[in-house]
């Protein structure tokens, strides 16, 4: 069992940037693919990012494609999602999920079996 622990929202000027953590607190993380999901207010949770377990490849949402960044580094556990060039509409909880193995990524939240906690990201104009 996992237990997933998401840090590195906060309140940023529209045109900033934050840098979002994911760390497995207990279990590991390094054998499965990952993903980060946003829920902004009144609205469904949402795919944002994924990437395969030896980060050969990434999937991004048409909405953040050349903004946001998904990463990993395997040795500390944790997988990051830079985000750049923020706007209002990025303003959302945000949460990790691990994935079922190492290459499954994907939009369905079904595809993964393990979820952070969340972190609030609001940006103002």
């Known amino acids: 069992q996992v237990q997933l622990v998401d840090s590195g929202g906060g309140l940023v000027q529209a045109g900033g940037s934050l840098r979002l953590s994911c760390a497995a607190s207990?279990?590991?993380?390094?054998?499965?693919?990952m993903g980060w999901f946003r829920q902004g207010p009144g609205k469904e949770r949402e795919f944002v990012a994924a990437i395969t377990s030896n980060a050969a490849y990434t999937s991004y949402a048409e909405s953040v494609k050349g903004r946001f960044t998904i990463s990993r580094n395997n040795a500390q556990n944790t997988v990051y999602l830079v985000m750049n060039s923020l706007n209002v509409e990025d303003t959302a909880v945000y949460y990790c999920a691990r994935s079922q193995n190492r290459y499954k990524i994907g939009r369905p939240p079904t595809i993964y079996t393990d979820w952070g906690q969340g972190t609030q990201v609001t940006v103002s104009s």
């Open positions: 207990t279990g590991t993380i390094s054998n499965y693919a």
